[in-house]
């Protein structure tokens, strides 16, 4: 009992202490071995005809999203199958990290969300408009992170696209070269029985690229849905009566954010520096770059 309780709570403090990345994989572990529990505990009790995956899983009809609009969110953390889970958390480990070297945890956490939506919005629109689909619009439904990963994978690839990568049997690789492989594998499995997952994935890897190409023009195309979980998260607590200002400690969370703005920033001054010279810089820039050269 004492080494179960050691397990849990060491469980519980790497959750808590853990980056975006690890919430996030074990927020799809979670609720795989909740699933997987919740099954059995129905199979013995022989209700196997009641599915709750029906209530996780976000459907092909737009009739059904009406009524059960919380799909388009509980869909992205839900697989069934373990290999389905063990892949796509692999995935959202590997490119997380790289994701993570070059942009924010809160940009970690729009480009799931968004990616996710947008593998989603395409699976419906094609199961909807092409009449080899059209069929199966009403008896299909999707599930898993897979659209979620590739909208990672493809942000990292299509932001650092001369980023390489070493591959078991293959070698070094970049990783434009891999993302642009995997999406092409993707539209040919697009007639296969789980044709689905792969439109969602081709769904997910747009919205990786656009909000690539836009974060390197200063667009950040993830902001409006962190400023709106920001708000809901918020809309519970209550505003003090009394306006209190104080320097509040800053956290992990929020260094790394900061962190990660700062060598952004200092990225585009080093490449403006290398383009045109330090005359072009202005006069903010070159505070910059002067206070970066004193740390």
Sequence with gaps: MQRMENIFGNLARTFREGNILTKYIFINAGIFVVIRLATVFLILFNIQS????HYLQVSS????????PW???T???????FLHIL????????FGKLFLQFFNPRQFGGV???GGIAGAALFMAAY???PYFRAEALNSALIGASASVMAIVFAVSFYKQDYEISLLFIGRIKLIFLALGVVVLDFLAIASTNAGGHIAHLGGALFGIWFALEMKTGKDRTAFVNRLIDRVVNMGKRKPKMRVSYKRAETDYDYHARKHEENRALDAILDKLKQSGYASLSAEEKKQLFDAGKK
């Design 75 to 81: 869909y992205m953390f839900t697989q069934y199958d």
């Design 61 to 68: 009809s737009p009739m059904q999203l009406i009524y059960r």
């Design 87 to 94: 892949f796509n958390m692999l995935w959202l480990y590997w």
């Design 50 to 53: 009641f599915s709750f995956l």
């Design 128 to 130: 909807n408009v092409f």
């Design 112 to 114: 799931y969300i968004l």
């Design 71 to 73: 799909t388009l969110i």
